[in-house]
């Protein structure tokens, strides 16, 4: 056990290693795609997209935090097959596009209502349950692979929305990496596990892309938020075409968001590959690597902030239109600890990472603590915030943030159940955001970033107001919603996001997965079904929207569109996980016992003691 007198002494625990699951240091061997950039264009042009599947051994030429990662060309994939249409698996694994099978719903397919003769009566019910609900899971299955975007001939991703009722596509037409996490999980449990390497390899050479927005570039770790397969004229030869990537970073985005959350999500879907299909061969490549601590490097740079949560601009996730979230926002936080603990298991133990898998650790230790004292709220807390002093300048003070209590809202005295809590949505000087966020809480629960205790109060909490969080459609994306004057004020008076409408207190169905997944962790999966049950039977008879509006989410939202996939994917998940627990490992992190030494260190130690020069700590090693 390890006790010591301080933060700084504290974080000293993890000047060693990380763990790691199994490495092979031979990366020579690893295989590396090349590219060249059409200069220019925004446009990457591919080539050698075989060596992607092959595995081909090449000579890596890394150089670190350089634009050119990968040089050179080599061939050109011309006239690939089209990028929609039905898709499905032959014998041999290859997919085929059968357009006939399109949109076939679930009125089509015959949902039967009730017709009793002499059978028992809750036998049939029963039964007659599940068939509906196979049938539901047949034809999300269908539209799923429906939505599959192929490149150069192979399944790289999927689309965001296939609605052919919309008129305007805007860029629902692309794989939207945040989108594409409930798809890859739902093939990765499927043990389809092409998709998804190649999703993590391509979106992975578009992260070196060269970006700009009216000449000034983000960091080179930066993710797309989305990509887009173009068939374009080949250079030169005015008969043929080939395939290219276009990915968007935000540039092209509405209000030009940066996506923060693309990166984090990358390193937990790579961690799940390799668990679920046991290939670390994918993990240990150089390149992935590589990729690995460019996200790293690019979330653990040293800036301004006083605080270890990470400072983003608004709109950095799946809530990317001004909703008042800049600064701290819980769901950034929440993704960036869960993707630490998984980066921390796949970093190779090599000369030179020493530094960043010590700053990882000390980040891990300092951003739980940051997060499990100063975000949560329950009866108590409010009460405690409900009394706090105001404009204490000390280091011991109590209110560190300076929070005057007339912030907390009057709906939370009413709403704060006597059991239970919640992760708070954002924390800046003098300011809390009491508002309740869906995903930010799942996945705290997840990832571990928060005690048991607080998982399962914050399960409590999504028990006792059922009713406002998910009535008729789970799960609202946040709670409450911003009104009148607040409206104006923090949306812009942005139309879209209405009171209890898209982000601003819509209900999104995607969030089943998330919330089957923090459920099952806590070995409380009832919750999660009881919310798959609701879902299930509007779903499919909706068409599969992708959110819902008003406050018990009675309506299909206003601009929603239909057969949008994160929403199949997510009830896919959902019920995949539900019938096998277990699978859901891939997703979780325990938490780990250094990390639970040094935090319990932290909470222990004497604020005033955090003063003077580091190398006056000391370290107690019992
Ligand atoms: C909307 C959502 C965003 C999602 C995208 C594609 O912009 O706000 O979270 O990724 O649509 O579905």
Known sequence: MVAMGSLEASLQVFSGAAPFIKYDSTYSFGSFLKYKKKTGTNVMRFFKCSSIYNQVPTIPTVRFGNLKRFESLDCKCQNAESVSGFTTENENGTWFVDNDSKFNTIQETGRSPNLLGSKDVQTFKKESESSVSDIIEEEAWDLLRESIVHYCGSPIGTIAANDPTSSSVLNYDQVFIRDFIPSGIAFLLKEEYDIVRNFILHTLQLQSWEKTMDCHSPGQGLMPASFKVRTVPLEGDDTATEEVLDPDFGEAAIGRVAPVDSGLWWIILLRAYGKSSGDMSLVERIDVQTGIKMILKLCLADGFDMFPTLLVADGPCMIDRRMGIHGHP?????????????????????????????????????????????????????????????????????????????????????????????????????????????????????????????????????????????????????????????????????????????????????????????????????????????????????????????????????????????????????????????????????????????????????????????????????
């Not at 130690?605 to 019992?622: A, E, F, L």
Request: some cysteine.
């Open 330 to 622: 819980l769901e950034i936080q929440a993704l960036f600890y869960s993707a630490l603990m998984c980066a921390r298991e796949m970093l190779a133990p090599e000369d030179g990472s020493a530094d960043l898998i010590r700053a990882l650790n000390n980040r891990l230790v300092a951003l739980s603590f940051h997060i499990r004292e100063y975000y949560w709220v329950d009866l108590k807390k409010l009460n405690e915030i409900y009394r706090y002093k105001t404009e204490e300048y000390s280091y011991d003070a109590v209110n560190k943030f300076n929070i005057y209590p007339d912030q907390i809202p009057p709906w939370l005295v009413e709403w704060m159940p006597n059991k239970g809590g919640y992760l708070i949505g954002n924390l800046q000087p003098a300011h809390m955001d009491f508002r309740f966020f869906s995903l930010g809480n799942f996945w705290s629960v997840v990832s571990s970033l928060v005690t048991v205790d607080q998982s399962n109060a914050i399960l409590d909490l999504i028990e006792a107001k059922w009713a406002d969080l998910v009535a008729d459609m789970p799960f609202k994306i946040c709670y409450p919603a911003l009104e009148g004057q607040e409206w104006q004020i923090i949306t812009g008076s942005d139309p879209k996001n209405t009171p209890w409408s898209y982000h601003n207190g819509g209900s999104w169905p995607t969030l089943l997965w998330q919330l089957t997944v923090a459920c099952i962790k806590m070995d409380r999966p009832e919750i999660a079904a009881k919310a798959v049950k609701i879902a299930e039977e509007r779903l499919a008879q909706d068409k599969w929207p992708e959110y819902y509006d008003t406050k018990r989410g009675r309506f299909i939202g206003k601009q929603s569109r239909l057969y949008q996939t994160w929403t199949i994917a997510g009830y896919l998940v959902s019920k995949l996980l539900l019938a096998n627990p277990n699978k859901a490992k891939i997703l979780m992190s325990d938490e780990d016992s250094d990390l639970v030494n040094a935090f319990s260190c932290m909470i222990t130690s004497n604020p005033r003691k955090k003063r003077g020069p580091k190398n006056s700590q000391k370290t107690y090693i019992v």
